[in-house]
Structure formats: C-alpha cells, structure tokens
Nanobody, 124 residues
Framework: QVQLVESGGGLVQAGGSLRLSCVAS????????LGWFRQAPGKEREFVAAIEWSGARLYYTDSVKGRFTISRDNAKNTVYLQMNSLKPEDTAVYYC?????????????????WGQGTQVTVSS
C-alpha cells in the first residue's frame, strides 16, 4: 500500500500562486508515475498534470499549460504542483495520484493510489 498526503492548498486571489506538495509513504517505489487531478463543485473529476518517474515526461491538461508546473523529488518521495496565475475556475479539490507503472497518464484508471485531497479556492 502507498499513502499519499497532500498539503499546500488554501485561499488565494486571482493572479496569485500556490504550491501543492504530496508526500508518498508506505510501499513507495522511485519509479512511480505521479500526478494531480482536481474536482470542482458540481463537476466531474479531471486530469491536471502528470510526471513520469524520471521527470523527463510531463503531461498537462490544456487549461493549465503555461501556468502550472509539476515536478518531483524522488529522494523525498514527493511530487509538487506549482500553480501560478491562478483563476477562479481553478477552484477545486486537488488530488495527488500514484501508479506503480513508470508512466505519465491523464487517465484516472491508470492510477492505483489517491490522496484525500486539498482544497484550493481562488477568489475573483
């Protein structure tokens, strides 16, 4: 089992920045594929960003390209999501995800483990 714990969410004004962190523990594996999804109120959960184990392959949904950056520190079993130029439509619960496969994927079904989520609220 792998446990994922997110942190870094909060309330920010439009145009501001937040940095989410997610620490993996348990049966961690340095070649986990890692990523972030989000779910806004009344909407389906959607893919945000993913990173393959080496960090060489990154994958973003179109709406966050150029504003969000995913990165990882394998020595710390941690994945980050730097979010800049935040917009009210970025308001959602953000979930960290992990898979034992060494991939970066936008598909929810590809991920084996999910965190509890951290709330991000962007005010206009």
């Amino acid at each position: 089992q792998v446990q994922l714990v997110e942190s870094g969410g909060g309330l920010v004004q439009a145009g501001g920045s937040l940095r989410l962190s997610c620490v993996a523990s348990g049966r961690t594996y340095s070649r986990h594929g890692l990523g972030w999804f989000r779910q806004a109120p009344g909407k389906e959960r959607e893919f945000v960003a993913a990173i393959e184990w080496s960090g060489a392959r990154l994958y973003y949904t179109d709406s966050v390209k150029g504003r969000f950056t995913i990165s990882r520190d394998n020595a710390k079993n941690t994945v980050y999501l730097q979010m800049n130029s935040l917009k009210p439509e970025d308001t959602a619960v953000y979930y960290c995800v992990a898979t034992y496969r060494s991939i970066s994927s936008h598909l929810q079904s590809d991920y084996d483990y999910w965190g509890q989520g951290t709330q991000v609220t962007v005010s206009s």
